[in-house]
């Protein structure tokens, strides 16, 4: 089993009506692969967030189709769109949205039990997560007494509570310091392979979206192809074209 697909034509999307519309998407199309790893940066009011919230049924779309493996989602009834959440989709907040009063065990045992999960899997299940993200000896320590960056691993933790085929991670490092930032991103890159799923990421930092196999800017409402950072690499590796290279 692999990730979610993702395939997205002529998306819309705006808010208000009338003259005091504001339209944020505009005819905006992306294809991506189950297992694949998307990357969006984009200035600060472009869309990104609009566009996770319709791709993780938290807004339906509004115009155009929008298919996520085999739910289209402009077919689902509000309904629809609240198991779809529950049963396909993870999301990974900037403020990471952990329940301060519970522990980071508790946390996770939580989110599994909107799945209808019994008490015994569950505290198995946040057990076997907390592991994965390296934070098993920090279970029942609350998010207050943990660092930022433990913070978001608890969260990513949470979000795959319920085997997600799809996360959608908005802004997962614009609270973190560099070390941080760098576990969470391994992190996150890690979920296609280890936790078949597919990761849409957007994040203002251009370092961190030039990892991904599929990177855009939105723009004007669309998704730009935008074009790896290379010039730290290419100096690295050296570049065989290049007539210094040659001995
Ligand atoms: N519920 C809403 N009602 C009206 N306008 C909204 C609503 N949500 C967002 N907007 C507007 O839509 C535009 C896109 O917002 P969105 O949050 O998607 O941008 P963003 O790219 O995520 O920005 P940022 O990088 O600052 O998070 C912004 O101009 C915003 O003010
Ligand atoms: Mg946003």
Do not use: W
């Amino acid at each position: 089993m692999s990730g979610a697909s993702i395939s997205v034509q002529g998306l819309a999307h705006r808010y208000g009506r009338a003259a005091a519309a504001l339209t944020v998407l505009d005819r905006l199309d992306i294809e991506v692969d189950g297992g694949g790893y998307v990357a969006i940066t984009g200035a600060s009011g472009a869309g990104k967030s609009t566009l996770l919230s319709v791709l993780g049924g938290l807004d339906a779309p509004q115009r155009g189709t929008v298919v996520i493996d085999e739910n289209d989602l402009h077919d689902l009834s509000r309904n629809g769109l609240a198991d779809y959440r529950r049963d396909t989709v993870g999301f990974v907040f900037q403020h990471f949205g952990l329940l301060d009063t519970l522990t980071a065990a508790e946390n996770i045992e939580l989110a599994c039990s909107l799945d209808g999960m019994r008490p015994r899997a569950r505290r198995s299940r946040a057990r076997e997560l907390l592991e994965a993200v390296g934070l098993l000896e920090r279970r029942d320590h609350r998010p207050t007494a943990l660092s930022g960056g433990e913070r978001q691993r608890v969260a990513i933790a949470r979000a795959l509570a319920n085997r997600p085929r799809l996360v959608l991670a908005d802004e997962p490092t614009g609270n973190l310091d560099d070390g941080s930032t760098e576990r969470v991103i391994e992190l996150l890159e890690s979920l296609p392979a280890d936790h078949a799923c597919t990761l849409v990421l957007v994040t203002h930092d251009r370092r961190l979206a030039a990892r991904a196999q599929q990177r855009y800017e939105l723009r004007g409402g669309r998704l730009h192809p935008s074009t790896k950072v290379t010039t730290e690499h290419a100096t690295a590796i050296g570049d065989p074209e290049e007539p210094d290279a040659v001995a």
